[in-house]
Structures are given as C-alpha cells and as structure tokens.
C-alpha cells in the first residue's frame, strides 16, 4: 500500500512539473532564443575571429662531428672503446626535448618578438607582458616519435603564420650559433696542440734519422711490429681522449657523469699502454696484447723506441690534422640545423571562437534559470495558498530584503545630494 502511495506521489510530482513547464513554455522559449541570440550577437560583435597556424620539424638527428671521428680508424675493440660516445643516460631529455626547451627560451622569443615588432601588435609597453602574450599564444608539443610541432594562435591568419615560422628560424640560428661557438673553442684548442704535436715528430724524425746512421737498419720480427703498432695506437686514442676532456673542461664540471666517464676512459687507454710496454697485465699474468718490447736486444730496444715513438708522433699528427680541419669546416658552416617537416600555412579555417556552441550554451543555461525561477514562484505560490509556514518564512525574508534595498537607495540619494550641495 505505501509502495503504491509513494508511485502515485512520483507520478504525480512529474505530471506537475511537466504542466509547469507547459504553462510557461511560451516565456521559456522566448527566453532560451533571446540568449542564444543575444550570445551570439555578443560573440560576433566582441569576440574576432583567430587563426592557428602550425609548424612540424623532424627529430634532430645525433650529432657525428666533434672527436669521435678518429674511432673509425681503428681496431674493431678500441673503436667501440674509443669513439663517439653514443652515450644513453637514463633520465636525460631527449634532443627533441631540448629542441622544444629551445623554441620555449626567452632568447628565442626575444627574437621573434623584435622581428615582428610583436609590441605594437600586442600593444603593450614592457618586454614582459609581450613575452607574457606570446607564450599564451605559442604552444610546443613533442610527439610519441620525436616530431617537435608549435602552433601559434593570432586574429591575422598570415601574421600567425609568419610568427609560427620565424620560431623555427630562430631555433635554427641559436642552433647554429652555438655549434660554431663549440667548433670554435675546438678548433683553437688542438690547433695548439697541433703545433705541439709539429715539433714531437720533427725531433722524433731526428732522432730516428740520427739513429739509422749510427747504425744499420735491423729487421724487428712482426709481433714486436704489432706489438708497436699497437701501442702507437694506444697512444693516439691517448691524447685523443686527454683533448676531448681538455673540451670538456669548458662546458662540463668536474661531477658530470660524461666527464667522470671520460677520465674513466683515459685510465683504461694508460692501464693497456703500460700492459704492452711491460708484457704483463694488471694482475701479473702475461699480457695478450702481445710481446713485451724489452725482450728485445738492447741495440734492437733503442731502434724499437726510436720506431715507436715516430709511429706514435705520426698517428697523432694525422688525427690531430684531420680533427683540426673538421673543426674547421663545421666551424665555418652555415647550412640549416633544422629539418622542417611542414612549413606554417596561412590557416583558411578559424581556430576560435566556437560562436554556434557558445551561443546554444547560452540558450541552454537561460532555460535552466528560467525554468528554475518559474519553478520557484509555482512553489511560492502555492504555498501562499495554503498560508503555510514556509511561505511566511519566505515573506519575511522578502520584507527584510526590501528593506535593504530602501535603506541603500536612501543611503546612495544622500551621497548625490550631498555631492550636489
């Protein structure tokens, strides 16, 4: 009995509230078009069209340069030992990252702020508020593949896409800008050390030409000739490694894990000299990186060292002349940095405002609000009917709220009169 109280209640509370809603459909649907149209007028006299532009550029690729190209010359175990790092930390950005960072800098928006005289665009006086502008404006996004896009957002469709553009020719100039600033501080470094390794070969050739008309010329036996081959090698990717720290040295501290790295390197390149020349590893064991040079003869010895110190000046003079004229070139070098994947095109279709959405979400909400207030007044009315206590509440709440509202225009006519006066 009480279920079929409570199912005759619901229906009864909905058949009211659809008869409110049809008794006031009229005001309901006047109000709901006049929003809509009202929005919509607001949103086409106040609110300009925009226009996003968008620009892609590939991931950038890893840098082959700087002192890992003499890897390539060597033995198949020292080169992965020896050459380009290739290094992979865990936790490190990725290049794109670093791209993105880039076309995110204060540099970079400087730049385009300048170029654009963005300024007078924004019309603004301070360079913060114009940076301020153009990040809101800007947005970067580095996809799953390493794909870096930026997207810029102006009322000028052209305007937006110069602006997308001129962000990726600045990327391209900071770009550049700071691998020739690197080849640079290389280039000058082993250009020193290039003349240092000059004056090594020309007394190692003296010596050795001296040598050979005290004496015959003796015929080493090939694994004392591997042997010294080798060890010419060694000593090669020796000062190879002793350049790439003195670069490092620059730019890195001495807590960087490429640096530490790098000096873990240049112990293991010393520990196998030292195995070589003594024809014993670190633990005593013989070595099997060959003989040892001192079983040689004596006479033999003194024309081993002489040989191998001329193999070695000479390996380092060709390294050395090789990485100082690739240190040139990318010194000089001016070709772009950055792969553009998709230019920025003037958009033909506007990005905002969404006039049609804003506008039925104004017709929606003043249906909401009106169907609320008509909903509140059927309930105050019916419950002036009955005299009820809730409606005398409300009464009293109105009465106190008139009387608020008197006491403020009573308060604001004395101000004007007094301001008259």
Known sequence: MIEQQDQNKNELFIFNFFGVIL???????????????????????FFPNWYMATTSIMPPEKDTGGLGFGAGMLPSGLGALLGGSGLALPGLASPSDLYASILRSRAVALAVIEKHDLKTVFDVDLETRALEELYARTGVIVQAEGIIS????????????LIANSFIEELNRVNTENLVSKARATREFIEQRLEESVADLKAAEEDYEAFQKKHKAFSLEDQVKAAINTIATLKGELVLSEIELGVMKKSLSPDNIRYKNQLFKIEQIRQQIEEMESGQSASGDPSSLGISVAEAPELGLEFVRLTRELKIQETIFELLKQQYEHAKIQEMRDTPTVQVLDRARVPELKSKPKRVFTAAL????????????????EFTQREKEKNSEVYRRISDFTKMLNEDIFWLKTLFSKKEKGDVG
Not at 35 to 42: E, F
Not at 150 to 161: C, G, I, N, Q
Not at 362 to 377: N, R
């Open 362 to 377: 104004g017709g929606v909400l003043s249906f909401g609000l009106t169907l609320f207030f008509i909903l509140a007044y």
């Open 23 to 45: 008794r006031w459909r009229r005001l309901l649907i006047v109000n709901t078009l006049m929003a809509a149209v009202i929005t919509l007028a607001i949103m086409l006299i």
């Open 150 to 161: 930026l997207s810029f957002e102006d009322t000028d469709p052209e305007r937006a896409a």
